[in-house]
């Protein structure tokens, strides 16, 4: 590790506050600048042999506020989706559900059963068995693409 | 229905399936849907690995969408072949828990540091800034399950490729100074690490991750304020995140504010129960082999990638031309990095770029000339300065966690 040089630029903080909309084209060619100046500022700071400065770590804080984006995917129609649509929902979007990979029945009970254990979610023991069935059944890779 | 499993590291058989794509998916997808038309797809080299390229989270670029809500999203793995560090608005995104606080007023927050210590303390940002001594380091943050998709065969989790990772350059404070601040009472065991977010469900346990009393005051552990220059993305931890240089990310709390010194061994779910390995060489298991002992992920193993050719490239033969990547030691510094034209059978060692410290990324590079027409199979190899050496064949547990297989990818010569 090494001591800082003190070179970190003036931290302001500038908060994107994007929406679940199209972003901006002027944000969008912000980022494309960034994407271009951190690495070349960060090789510009280890050439110069991370000298020491004097300067006063001068790291301002600014307030920083954004939206995240929400996602409207609801599971694909079929017996237990209300289950899916109710418990699963509560904590996590259906995203990764739908990108795992094929898994058996007895796996995707392993899986309620973890969110049931340790994260608390609420999944009636009378409906763990149906549930199973279904999201086997919307298997990834079998029915969303081709 | 079912497409053979690559073990390739590139984004093979890409396809950005802009506007017209997407047909099909209205059943599955239903009111996202025509946000998915308009969206550019990209196609992961595993079963079911169709991914959008989202745009609409704040201060980031195109990611890969793992998951909206908490959010996951994986790195393009293009961004590796411009440089060893991962820039900020490309940095990929773990999240555990969906309670994320979308607005952090740094005049009001607070790292508190209690427990077993002799004085509780609670630090603003700027004293955490003024008041000690400021260190900088290069370290990869790499997610326990990357690459998690190409497990054969396939676990449940997040299907990531091989982008839940980056290099950054961190600055921030020692763990150590902050603790000696408070003062480390005599029979301190660990010191647990928790941050601002939450789970929905109140019997949801909070995200808290431990380390070993010694590990959190080796001096390298600190406390990160800044990432690559700028202050930290607020979905990369901002204001405040742990860098535990060498081991997994699960241990990088983001958002950290409470550190607690504990004279009991931590009984949480996320450090007793979860990101749990097999306690073997690479973490390996034959899937369904049951009485193994488990223990707590911890070192990184050593990595090398291709940035710049992907499975599938047609070269010309005879042709000279550069073939490169990135290469990470893991817990150590990278050795060498050796490469294969011959699917294995002679290696040639690989000209590294510049060291950024032990814990960096490191480019790697090797001039090439295919001698003949028809496929050949190109590898890496990285071997740490500890003499760690990635294995031929990739490793298996349950978790999907910790491969470091070598990296192949077939080209043709034409």
């Known amino acids: 590790?090494?001591?800082?040089s003190g070179m970190i630029l003036d931290g302001e903080c500038r908060p994107e506050g994007r929406g679940t909309g199209t972003v901006p084209r002027n944000?969008?060619?912000?980022?494309?600048?960034?994407?271009?100046?951190?690495?070349?500022?960060?090789?510009?700071?280890?050439?110069?042999?991370?000298?020491?400065?004097?300067?006063?770590?001068?790291?301002?804080?600014?307030?920083?506020?954004?939206?995240?984006?929400?996602?409207?995917?609801?599971?694909?129609?079929?017996?237990?989706?209300?289950?899916?649509?109710g418990q699963c929902l509560i904590c996590h979007s259906a995203g990764m559900v739908l990108r795992q990979p094929p898994l058996t029945e007895a796996e995707w009970t392993a899986e309620i059963n973890k969110m049931r254990t340790a994260f608390g979610a609420p999944v009636p023991a009378d409906q763990i068995a149906a549930l199973a069935k279904y999201l086997q059944s919307i298997n990834g890779g079998q029915q969303q693409h081709d | 229905m079912r497409?053979?499993?690559?073990?390739?590291?590139?984004?093979?058989?890409?396809?950005?399936?802009?506007?017209a794509g997407g047909i099909g998916m209205t059943g599955l997808l239903g009111a996202s849907a025509w946000e998915a038309m308009a969206a550019a797809l990209v196609e992961l080299p595993f079963v079911n690995g169709q991914r959008e390229l989202a745009t609409s989270f704040p201060q980031k670029g195109a990611m890969l969408l793992q998951r909206t809500r908490p959010?996951?999203?994986?790195?393009?793995?293009?961004?590796?072949?411009?440089?060893?560090?991962?820039?900020?608005?490309?940095?990929?995104?773990?999240?555990?828990?969906?309670?994320?606080?979308?607005?952090?007023?740094?005049a009001a927050f607070r790292l508190n540091i209690r427990g077993h210590v002799q004085q509780s303390v609670s630090l603003t940002l700027d004293e955490l800034v003024r008041e000690f001594e400021p260190v900088e380091m290069a370290a990869v943050n790499q997610c326990s399950g990357n690459s998690r998709g190409f497990f054969s065969p396939r676990v449940a989790g997040g299907q990531w490729a091989n982008g839940a990772m980056g290099n950054a350059l961190w600055?921030?404070?020692?763990?150590?100074?902050?603790?000696?601040?408070?003062?480390?009472?005599?029979?301190?065991?660990?010191?647990?690490?928790?941050?601002?977010?939450?789970?929905?469900?109140?019997?949801?346990?909070n995200f808290m991750k431990s380390l070993a009393i010694d590990h959190a005051r080796d001096g390298e552990v600190m406390i990160a304020y800044a990432m690559n220059g700028e202050p930290l993305p607020l979905l990369n931890g901002f204001p405040l995140r742990l860098v535990?240089?060498?081991?997994?990310?699960?241990?990088?709390?983001?958002?950290?504010?409470?550190?607690?010194?504990?004279?009991?061994?931590?009984?949480?779910?996320?450090?007793?129960?979860?990101?749990?390995?097999?306690?073997?060489?690479?973490?390996?298991?034959?899937?369904?082999?049951?009485?193994?002992?488990?223990?707590?992920?911890?070192?990184?193993?050593?990595?090398?990638?291709?940035?710049?050719?992907?499975?599938?490239?047609?070269?010309?033969?005879?042709?000279?031309?550069?073939?490169?990547?990135i290469a990470?030691?893991?817990?150590?510094?990278?050795?060498?990095?050796?490469?294969?034209?011959e699917a294995g059978d002679r290696w040639q060692e690989a000209r590294l770029g510049p060291d950024h410290g032990k814990y960096s990324f490191r480019q790697w590079e090797v001039p090439l000339r295919l001698p003949s027409k028809g496929p050949h199979k190109l590898r890496i190899r990285a071997t740490n300065t500890a003499g760690s050496t990635q294995p031929d064949h990739a490793n298996w547990n349950g978790a999907g966690f910790m491969r470091n297989v070598i990296e192949s990818v077939s080209v043709q010569a034409v």
């Open chain 2, 244 to 325: 535990v240089p060498g081991w997994y990310a699960t241990y990088w709390v983001k958002m950290l504010d409470n550190i607690e010194v504990l004279d009991q061994p931590d009984d949480n779910f996320w450090t007793a129960k979860a990101y749990l390995i097999p306690d073997t060489p690479f973490a390996n298991v034959v899937p369904g082999q049951k009485g193994v002992k488990m223990v707590p992920i911890n070192r990184m193993v050593p990595r090398s990638f291709f940035t710049n050719v992907q499975d599938g490239a047609v070269l010309k033969v005879g042709h000279a031309t550069t073939v490169r990547g």
């Open chain 1, 1 to 4: 590790m090494t001591k800082s």
């Open chain 1, 27 to 85: 944000t969008t060619s912000r980022n494309v600048a960034l994407v271009r100046a951190v690495p070349m500022l960060v090789g510009l700071a280890l050439a110069a042999g991370l000298a020491r400065s004097q300067a006063a770590d001068s790291q301002k804080w600014a307030k920083v506020t954004v939206d995240l984006p929400v996602s409207r995917t609801a599971f694909p129609p079929g017996n237990g989706a209300d289950i899916a649509n």
């Open chain 2, 3 to 19: 497409r053979s499993t690559s073990l390739t590291s590139s984004l093979s058989r890409r396809r950005f399936l802009a506007r």
């Open chain 2, 171 to 205: 600055k921030g404070v020692r763990l150590k100074d902050v603790l000696d601040r408070a003062g480390v009472k005599p029979g301190a065991l660990q010191v647990r690490l928790g941050g601002l977010d939450t789970g929905i469900l109140p019997q949801t346990p």
């Open chain 2, 71 to 106: 959010p996951l999203l994986e790195t393009p793995f293009e961004v590796f072949d411009r440089g060893v560090f991962t820039p900020n608005d490309r940095f990929y995104v773990r999240w555990h828990l969906a309670n994320i606080p979308t607005s952090i007023d740094p």
């Open chain 2, 328 to 341: 990470f030691g893991g817990d150590n510094g990278v050795a060498k990095v050796m490469f294969s034209s």
